[in-house]
């Protein structure tokens, strides 16, 4: 699976981005999201099931950004809203085959490149 993340920029706090992650193929559960800030592990943000459309947040980003897919397009999107200078980081979408955890990085398959989000304050 090809993924293809887009929607990145630079906002001022308290504004929004939405980000989109389309993928190439078929055998996709679940698609997830993570962020890595500089100097900083890589961390789960959200995710979204493919065929039920379940949602999963992190508790730091939970009211304030949600995740959501279009079956049709093959493409899972992150609204974020409210955003703060400690969301800045490079996103990553992730594609995960089979089901399991969608908390833990090491349960995704194929990954995106990542696409930068800066936050101002």
């Known amino acids: 699976v090809q993924l293809q993340a887009s929607g990145g920029g630079l906002v001022q706090a308290g504004g929004s981005l939405r980000l989109s992650c389309a993928a190439s193929?078929?055998?996709?559960?679940?698609m997830g999201w993570f962020r890595q800030a500089p100097g900083k592990e890589r961390e789960f943000v959200a995710a979204i099931t493919w065929s039920g459309g379940s949602t999963y947040y992190a508790d730091s980003v939970k009211g304030r950004f949600t995740v959501s897919r279009d079956i049709a397009k093959n493409t899972a999107y992150l609204q974020m809203n409210s955003l703060k200078p400690e969301d800045t980081a490079v996103y990553h979408c992730?594609?995960?085959?089979?089901?399991?955890?969608?908390?833990?990085?090491?349960?995704?398959?194929?990954w995106g490149q990542g696409t930068q989000v800066t936050v101002s304050s």
């Open positions: 992730a594609n995960k085959k089979h089901g399991g955890s969608v908390y833990e990085r090491y349960e995704y398959d194929s």
């Open positions: 193929a078929f055998n996709k559960y679940a």
